[in-house]
């Protein structure tokens, strides 16, 4: 058994939404939170520069003694998830192989389709993630940064977000895919708009539920897992000025943050 907390970070809130899956699936676990509001979004940056940022991150979390390190950020797993496995000796888990592998097992026609921002689309991590698992898989990939706007901006029921999420899938729904990847993590929080739009013949898949799943298994596979004794412990530290934690972090993690340390990382 293992108290030590684990160290999950984003470019900003949305992978609080993977935070919630994880308090789900191992609510006992003590969890330290890592926003790099100051530096959000990653999705358009190149890949270069979001590495370096998420080695920081990952660098800090470390120091902090943790057991076991989430990146919560589709951008930063395609960017640098190969390079912290490389550099701690921790386990590592992003969230782009957890919704692929799921979708690979779950789709049928073999055509599979992920929504995402535009750094991770670029990145092919998904691509690449898929063909590892079955090469015969096809996988059709769309960039959708509106609906990250919509979300960061609170808008998640409407017209006009219904709108935009039909007409990035559009294209998806041409290529005749059975399975949706949300390869975005501020895109659980209109998943029911998504599967309004997708129909009963398309499977969605979050990659944040399928990621918690991973983590509980992880846990178990080292026996790491928190022992259960006392009240867990959640710590949430951020890069920016101006905290959205406050805000919008009850609508992102499903429950109110209390309070948010500051931090200052230089690279």
């Known amino acids: 058994m293992d108290n030590r907390s684990i160290g999950i970070f984003d470019s900003g809130l949305g992978g609080l939404t993977v935070l919630r899956e994880i308090i789900k699936e191992i609510p006992d676990e003590n969890i330290i939170f890592f926003g790099d509001t100051a530096r959000f979004p990653y999705g358009p940056r190149k890949l270069d520069e979001v590495k ?12 902090q003694d943790v057991k076991l390190l989430v990146i919560a950020c589709n951008t930063a797993t395609a960017s640098a998830l190969t390079d912290i496995r490389g550099n701690f000796d921790i386990p590592v888990i992003g969230v782009i192989e957890p919704g692929a592998r799921t979708a690979a097992e779950t ?3 073999g055509r599979v389709g992920v929504i995402a921002t535009k750094g991770t689309v670029e990145s092919k991590a998904y691509d690449i993630a898929i063909k590892k698992i079955d090469g015969k898989i096809q996988l059709f990939s769309k960039a959708a940064p509106l609906l990250v706007e919509y ?12 709108k935009a999420i039909c007409s990035y899938l559009k294209p998806l729904f041409k290529e005749n895919i ?8 501020h895109f659980p929080l209109i998943e029911n708009n998504i599967k309004d739009c997708c129909g009963k013949q398309i499977r ?13 298994n992880t846990l178990v596979k080292f026996d790491i897992k928190n022992e259960g004794k006392f009240k867990p412990q959640r710590i949430f530290y951020e890069t920016g000025n101006s905290s959205k934690f406050f805000s919008v972090g009850r609508m992102f993690l499903g429950e109110k943050i209390k309070e948010v340390v500051r931090i200052d990382l230089k690279i």
């Not at 370096?52 to 120091?63: E, G, T």
């Not at 979300?151 to 219904?162: A, C, H, M, R």
């Not at 059975?178 to 993590?185: E, F, K, M, N, S």
């Open 52 to 63: 370096k940022f998420a080695l920081n991150i990952a660098d800090f979390l470390y120091r």
């Open 107 to 109: 789709t049928v026609s």
């Open 151 to 162: 979300v960061e901006n609170g808008i998640l029921e409407g017209s006009l977000l219904d």
């Open 178 to 185: 059975d399975v949706l990847i949300l390869g975005c993590t």
């Open 204 to 216: 969605v898949i979050s990659s944040a539920i399928e990621t918690s799943k991973d983590i509980k």
